[in-house]
């Protein structure tokens, strides 16, 4: 399986070149602090391009709109046009899926009564409207699924778009991961974990990591063959992790965030000496976070470029990765830990 | 070497008839459905105030509603499931009663009443240990889910898969049904010329998928083969399905195609919401698919409700029910056929012989469908 096409909507802004840009560039602060202070990287869609299409969905909520535009873009990257003409699935990874927009419409219950809740606040919480949009403005008849899970969504959804293109069900399949800030979570996460004051998240820290929320859409064209502008190729995708049997890898990027009390199980990725990266700081906190990070690992393979460690607090002396890595990258490892050390994640290498 | 097959071996539901596929069924031919007024919540806002409710299960519990009804399944010994089958959730709204319940109290157990949050949950009931994913498809999550399950096992990805499906009937969804006027005042009436609308109702159940290398060597009782399964999308509207039904027509195809060729469909067990648009885009997608092989289609919705996420796993095990049985359970409420429905929907009970296989299709939210081609085995 080969990654074809990205896109991207984070804090940074929308693109590609924007995300690329962010990786190459230094830490940025949280633009975003609420009435606590608790700081949050929040999407601006207002500068994002496609306002053609967000347009067509000006009454979807944010969530909605930050993935039609990755989607979009991901599509548009990997040079496929007329998708009604291809057989495209779409497959949707989200932790806490339209938790802003269900919170919204039990609100408008209690200060406004049944009689007078919105239709289309309650159509846009049904947990699969997101998927739907995309299908709907990029005019897609394929299979479209959201899974949801804490932590391995994305690895979840990326797993399944391989087996619909061996099994030849669709040609290409749009996989993401999207998250939506929202106070709720911000606080909620702020009285579970340890939130980053200064907003900077060590993801080398690990015991814990401080974490911040994020919030953004990222994702991927996939196919069986590589197209013009391939990035990588998706080897496997692999459950459950073991240091010993670890396949070598040039890089391994590791999805620390701090959305788990306890992230201590990257520390046996550092026995194999493979360098680390970690680039939360750049886009926040996110349980389907791995999508931001294996974008990052698949632009690495494509430009043959180091994008260091935007934070590289290094308390446990992990082997970091450093800023002149001067040979070939042929093969980069993604990896998520899940709260119970369970891992999940993808072997990527050169297309 | 020949492909390897996805078996039901076993699977167990409560509905509105209570708890057990035969109790489901034999309330089904009894022709009464199981449809009553709402008293959980004040349906006066609402322009119904029926639904197809589970006996027992309430509001105010420490448990949700749909945890309630799961444990009545998972928690008397001898359910079966091994431990290392894989777990997969069909819901659209999980355990949304507890949400409504944290906000009104200001409670910070929201992490603890998400969608996602209903996985573990689920894992400590059902005992396995994979910790699982959510499949949401709005109202074709369980078929999506089943679909999900057979293509993990034919692939060889796992050999044992237990799909664990369940939805409620909440004031939050019976509002946001009732704010899209999508309620009928009275029952929803599937197929009917005067339909108005749907009726909300709810139900719990859980499906084992294996692998038939494995049924054999468990010596597991086989219900039916999950043998072909389709998804695509409308691409049309939030919240309005296609209009002339060719992308539930493609899926299932593609679901018979799977089947391969020979594949007679003795019924078609529809998602029939009782909905004008629905309705008329199933029929379409119907003729589409199998042209003039007629083949009797029933809806379970104007006997026990739309159990949303749920729908779709307790209609495929009423499907596999119809095909040992060789007739369709009857239309509850179905009165006077939709024209358009003639020659498809009947009111009463309707056999069929000498099939091999079903279909059962689920249409949902965003206009996401299901076909899920089910077969007898030998």
């Known amino acids: ?351 | 070497m020949s492909r390897t097959k996805a078996y039901i071996v076993s699977a167990d539901i409560i509905t509105p008839y209570g708890h057990g596929v035969e109790r489901c069924w034999s309330g089904l031919l009894s022709g009464k459905h199981a449809l009553k007024k709402v008293e959980r919540f004040d349906t006066r806002p609402f322009v119904s105030d029926q639904a197809g409710l589970i006996d027992g299960i309430e509001y105010g519990k420490e448990d949700s509603l749909v945890i309630q009804a799961l444990k009545r399944l998972f928690e008397k010994p001898g359910h079966g499931i091994p431990r290392d089958a894989r777990l997969i959730v069909a819901s659209t709204k999980g355990e949304i009663d507890l949400l409504e319940r944290a906000v009104a109290q200001g409670s910070d157990e929201f992490n603890q009443c998400t969608v996602a949050s209903l996985l573990p949950k689920a894992q400590k009931l059902v005992g396995v240990s994979d910790s699982g994913y959510v499949i949401s498809a709005a109202c074709a999550s369980a078929s999506a889910a089943l679909a999900r399950a057979a293509s993990t096992v034919t692939s060889g990805a796992a050999d044992c898969v237990v799909v664990v499906a369940c939805d409620s009937v909440s004031e939050f969804v019976y509002s946001g049904f009732s704010s899209l006027m999508a309620l009928d005042r009275t029952l929803a009436k599937p197929f009917d010329k005067n339909r108005k609308g749907l009726t909300l109702g709810e139900a719990a159940g859980y499906a084992l998928v294996m692998s038939d290398a494995r049924a054999r060597k468990e010596g597991r009782p086989i219900m039916g083969e999950i043998a072909g399964w389709g998804l695509t999308a409308d691409a049309n509207h939030i919240t309005g399905p296609s209009r002339d039904g060719k992308p539930l027509a493609l899926a299932i195809r593609k679901a018979m195609e799977m089947g391969g060729d020979g594949t007679t469909i003795g019924s078609i067990c529809a998602h029939g919401t009782g909905t004008a648009f629905n309705d008329s885009m199933e029929i379409k997608a119907f003729t589409r698919a199998l042209g003039q092989r007629t083949s009797p289609v029933y809806s379970l919705k104007g006997a026990m409700g739309h159990s949303m996420g749920a729908a779709g796993l307790v209609e495929a095990l009423v499907a596999l029910k119809s095909l040992e049985h060789g007739a369709t359970p009857p239309n509850i409420n179905l009165d006077t056929v939709d024209d358009e429905a003639k020659g498809w929907a009947f009111p009463e009970q309707r056999p069929f012989g000498g099939a091999t296989s079903v279909l059962s299709t689920n249409s949902g939210f965003g206009g996401v469908n299901a076909a899920l081609l089910l077969s007898q085995v030998t």
Request: a negative charge; one cysteine or more; aromatic letters at 10%.
């Open chain 1, 1 to 351: 399986m080969f990654i074809n096409g990205m896109g991207i909507v984070f804090a940074g802004g929308s693109g590609i070149e924007k995300f690329e840009g962010a990786l190459a560039g230094p830490w940025v602060a949280p633009n975003s602090h609420n009435e606590a202070g608790l700081p949050s990287y929040q999407a601006d869609l207002a500068g994002a391009g496609r306002q053609d299409l967000l347009k067509k969905i000006r009454r979807a909520d944010k969530m909605s709109k930050m993935a039609v535009v990755a989607a979009a873009d991901a599509a548009e990257d990997a040079g496929l046009e007329n998708l009604a003409a291809h057989r495209v699935g779409v497959i949707l990874s989200t932790a806490h899926g339209p938790h802003v927009t269900t919170f919204k419409f039990l609100d408008g219950i209690y200060d406004y009564g049944e009689e007078e809740v919105s239709p289309i606040t309650f159509s846009n919480s049904v947990h699969n409207s997101t998927c739907s949009y995309i299908a709907q403005t990029m005019d897609i008849q394929g299979p479209t699924l959201t899974v949801t899970q804490f932590f391995h969504s994305f690895y979840n959804a990326l797993s399944l778009a391989s087996l619909w293109l061996a099994d030849d069900r669709v040609d290409y399949a749009l996989v993401g991961g999207v998250e939506q800030y929202g106070d709720v979570l911000s606080w909620i996460v702020d009285q579970k974990l340890t939130t980053a004051k200064d907003g900077m998240i060590k993801p080398f820290n690990l015991t814990p990591t401080p974490q911040v929320p994020g919030e953004g859409a990222a994702f991927f064209l996939v196919s069986k063959t590589a197209m013009g502008k391939a990035y990588c190729q998706v080897d496997d995708i692999f459950l459950g992790w073991d240091a010993d049997r670890a396949i070598k890898a040039d890089i391994r990027v590791i999805d620390s965030d701090g959305m788990a009390p306890d992230e201590s199980a990257y520390l046996a990725c550092g026995s194999s000496g493979v360098p680390m990266a970690a680039y939360s700081p750049l886009f926040g906190s996110m349980m389907s976070g791995s999508a931001f990070n294996m974008a990052a690992a698949a632009l690495t393979l494509k430009h043959q470029r180091v994008y260091p460690n935007p934070v590289a607090d290094n308390p446990h002396n992990l082997p970091l990765l450093p800023k002149d890595f001067g040979v070939d990258i042929n093969r980069m490892s993604c990896l998520r830990f899940d709260c119970r050390g369970e891992a999940m994640g993808a072997h990527l290498s050169r297309a």
